[in-house]
């Protein structure tokens, strides 16, 4: 089944600089990379999400690309802002009639210090 | 607010009970996932349902099962539980093929 490997697991930066996760997959079926922001106590939030067809996606100050030969995705966020900080986790799926179930990386924590 | 809705918020019981969590996707989705986070395991995806059959499974333990009703909410069913089942339980719904929205969980504790 798909692997995804997420790294830093923990990320800390000065408030303005940029972040970046990054992910791998093993599965060079899967086609979908969505991402979540988790804040603490609170349910997984999709931020940005990308399919296979397109390199790069960028919503104002989170971007995210995808290098389908090296199977390996991105989350880049720039400008950070305290409440940027979260657990921010990438995950990976094979998009498919009737839904697609997710495999997720294990987390990275990030903490904007302001 | 995702439009998905879980019950109860809460829920403490002892080892060797049994519980079940309810969760109501957003209008118009017909698919419904139940994922587990614990501190040390991350998101675990459970179980699919889509439009009330099953539609893939993962590392769902046996003491597990869940069902989606004809108005498409879904409940999942704890049994035999014990302490390393405390955890997190999240549904999260979808249209046919889209993007997943979590629900804002159940946090099981069994003592």
């Known amino acids: 089944g798909e692997n995804v490997e997420q790294h830093p697991s923990t990320l800390s930066v000065q408030e303005g600089d940029s972040a970046v996760i990054k992910c791998t997959y093993s599965?060079?079926?899967?086609?979908?990379f969505p991402w979540y922001k988790q804040e603490l106590g609170k349910r997984p939030q999709l931020i940005i999400d990308?399919?296979?067809?397109?390199g790069e996606k960028k919503d104002q100050r989170i971007a995210v690309t995808l290098n389908k030969t090296a199977k390996h995705f991105s989350l880049h966020i720039t400008e950070t802002q305290p409440e940027d900080s979260a657990v921010y986790f990438c995950?990976?799926?094979?998009?498919?009639?009737?839904?697609?179930?997710?495999?997720f990386g294990g987390g990275t924590r990030v903490l904007v210090k302001p | 607010d995702s439009g998905v809705t879980q019950t109860p918020k809460h829920l403490i019981t002892a080892t060797g009970q049994r519980v079940t969590l309810r969760c109501s996707p957003r209008?118009?989705?017909?698919?419904v996932y139940w994922y587990q986070q614990s501190l040390d395991q991350g998101l675990q995806f459970l179980i699919q349902?889509?439009?009330?059959?099953?539609?893939a499974k993962g590392n769902i333990l046996e003491r597990f099962s869940a069902q989606q009703f004809p108005d498409l909410h879904s409940e999942l069913n704890l049994s035999s539980l014990e302490l390393g089942d405390s955890a997190l339980y999240f549904c999260a719904s979808s249209v046919e093929v889209g993007e997943q929205y979590f629900g804002p969980g159940t946090r099981l504790t069994v003592t």
């Open positions: 990308i399919r296979s067809n397109v």
């Open positions: 209008s118009g989705d017909l698919s």
């Open positions: 995950a990976a799926s094979i998009k498919r009639a009737a839904g697609n179930k997710l495999t």
């Open positions: 349902y889509y439009n009330g059959e099953e539609r």
């Open positions: 599965d060079s079926a899967s086609n979908y």
